[in-house]
């Protein structure tokens, strides 16, 4: 049976790095059979809703989802479930895909790319694990309303004893293959839902942690850690609101949010999700000059997490860093390459 990926461009930036993707995806799995859908804004305008069942079947459906990007000006002021971003978290919860891998890879070519100095960054090769499916994200009560005459906006952070244990075993599992330490960062100090993943991640880790090495940080620390020593880290495991944030931190370690590709993964046997960890650019999108690597190395994510094609990640994933080294380079990194020669740089690499 044929494996299936399907293609969710979404908005802004989106169907341009996704476009490129398709092109690495017909040179590097041939048989691959790619399908497309719509998601985020590009769903509103054709359905009224950013994720219609529809797509969240097929993307069931599918050996693998691969997603652009979601978001932008033109959708934001419509109610929150009619927002791109909802779609994207129905399709996060949907597929229960709970364990978000955001890794941040220095690669040499890019040392003098961050704007950080070269000792710091040079040889950096971390993995954020974020919880990706529960916490402040999802936690209920939420709401904006009034009590008493006084207008107040809350949500709620919570996590249960399963959606910590499950992710914590993913963070466990990714260290054994690496160098063996977990850092878990939480706000034990001020947060009881905070104090209970720590509880819970020592609990796992007593448990299923054989042969890894784990550490606790207060996420404030990690945040300014990340900046000082981040070659400290080896996987960090975080809820779904500090691993978004410490990502995009750790991102700039790398050089450009341009650079970084996930993968969120579910229960074994289920599609995993794919998608760069930047945005939709709308600052950026429709020049044809974002940078293509974020998702052209998502691609090689689901080759290696879903597909079972380690060997045609590890070539690919060899092609970007070659290509990098030969001097390719869109703006945010400071070159002029537009968005299709930078994958044209990436494919002749391959
Ligand atoms: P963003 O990641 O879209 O952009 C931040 C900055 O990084 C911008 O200056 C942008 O030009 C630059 N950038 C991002 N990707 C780039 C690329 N591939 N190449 C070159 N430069 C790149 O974040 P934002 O501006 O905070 O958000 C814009 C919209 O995207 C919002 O609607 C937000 O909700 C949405 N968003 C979506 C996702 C997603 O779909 N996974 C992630 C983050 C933000
Ligand atoms: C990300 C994004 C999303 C998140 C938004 C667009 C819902 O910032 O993927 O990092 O907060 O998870
Ligand atoms: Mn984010």
């Known amino acids: 049976m044929h494996q299936t990926l399907l293609l969710l461009p979404g908005d802004g930036i989106g169907p341009e790095v996704i476009a490129e993707v398709r092109r690495v995806a017909e040179v590097v799995a041939p048989d691959l059979k790619l399908e497309e859908g719509l998601v985020g804004g590009a769903s509103i305008d054709a ?19 691969l997603l652009g990007a979601v978001g932008g000006p033109k959708w934001v002021g419509a109610a929150r479930d009619k927002r791109p971003e909802a779609g994207l978290l129905a399709l996060r919860k949907g597929l229960d895909v709970f364990a978000n891998l955001r890794p941040a890879f220095c690669f040499p070519a890019l040392v003098e790319a961050s704007s950080l100095k070269r000792e710091i960054v040079e040889g950096l090769d971390l993995m954020i694990v974020r919880e990706l499916t529960g916490g402040v994200y999802f936690g209920q009560p939420r709401g904006i ?10 949500d709620t952070a919570v996590y ?12 466990f599992e990714i260290a054994r293959g690496r160098q063996g ?28 942690g054989a042969g890894v090495d784990l550490s606790h940080m207060y996420a404030d620390a990690c945040a300014m850690e990340l900046v ?5 880290f080896d996987v960090i495991l975080a809820d779904n609101l500090f691993g978004d944030i410490l990502s995009d931190e750790a991102a ?4 450009s949010i341009g650079m970084l590709p996930s993968a969120s993964l579910g229960a074994p046997g289920t599609p995993g999700l794919y998608e760069p960890v930047h945005g939709s650019a709308p600052d950026i ?18 080759l290696r997490w879903s597909l079972g094609r380690e060997k045609t990640a590890d070539i690919l994933f060899a092609a970007v860093g ?14 002029s390459l537009t968005t299709r020669e930078m994958a044209d740089a990436v494919i002749a690499a391959l």
Not at 48 to 65: F, I
Not at 145 to 154: A, F, L, Q
């Open 145 to 154: 309303d009034e009590t008493s005459g006084i207008r107040r906006g809350y």
């Open 160 to 171: 249960t004893h399963p959606e910590i244990e499950r992710v914590a075993h993913v963070a």
């Open 228 to 232: 000082r020593a981040p070659k400290q």
């Open 285 to 302: 999108a429709g020049q044809g000059i974002a940078n293509p690597c974020a998702a052209i190395l998502s691609l090689e994510m689901a």
């Open 181 to 208: 330490k977990v850092c878990s960062v939480e706000k034990s100090n001020v947060m009881e839902s905070g104090l209970f993943w720590r509880q819970e991640v020592t609990l796992a880790h007593a448990e299923m």
């Open 47 to 65: 359905h009224g809703e950013p994720l219609t069942e529809e797509t969240l079947a097929h993307a069931r459906h599918a050996s693998a989802v």
């Open 252 to 255: 700039m370690l790398t050089g």
């Open 322 to 335: 070659k290509a990098l080294e030969q001097g390719a380079r869109t703006k945010d990194l400071g070159g």
